[in-house]
């Protein structure tokens, strides 16, 4: 069974940096490697939204227009956990923050059926 755990997230100020990590486990015959691992954000009241997301055997990101250029997603396949690191926050930003796992690097969030709980990023002065 599949299991991502996120932590890193907290209360920061606008313009602050944050990172975030998503550690996965119970992978069956495959690392990051073999896996697209993906972040999105749900805001209250809102749809879960993509934020980015690295290709399991390219390593290639995509990313939201939204974070875009204030976002970089990496990854340490060794020990299977994936980043997302985030500058120049804004409270717009505020949001629970997804770790997501599936076979193909795509921005919807169906598409992929291995989530973590979330963790919370609160972006305010």
């Known amino acids: 069974q599949v299991q991502l755990e996120e932590s890193g997230g907290g209360l920061l100020q606008p313009g602050a940096s944050l990172r975030l990590s998503c550690t996965a486990s119970?992978?069956?015959?495959?690392?990051?490697?073999?896996?697209?691992m993906a972040w999105f954000r749900q805001a209250p009241g809102n749809e879960r939204e993509f934020v980015a997301a690295?290709?399991?055997?390219?390593?290639?990101?995509k990313y939201a227009t939204s974070v875009d250029e204030r976002a970089a997603i990496s990854r340490d396949i060794a020990k299977n956990t994936v980043y997302l690191q985030m500058n120049n926050l804004k409270p717009e930003d505020t949001a629970v923050y997804f770790c997501?796992?599936?076979?193909?690097?795509?921005?919807?969030?169906?598409?992929?059926?291995?989530w973590g709980q979330g963790t919370q990023v609160t972006v305010s002065s």
């Open positions: 690295i290709g399991g055997r390219s390593g290639l990101s």
């Open positions: 119970g992978f069956s015959g495959g690392t990051l490697s073999t896996y697209a």
């Open positions: 997501a796992a599936g076979s193909r690097r795509t921005m919807t969030p169906s598409t992929y059926p291995y």
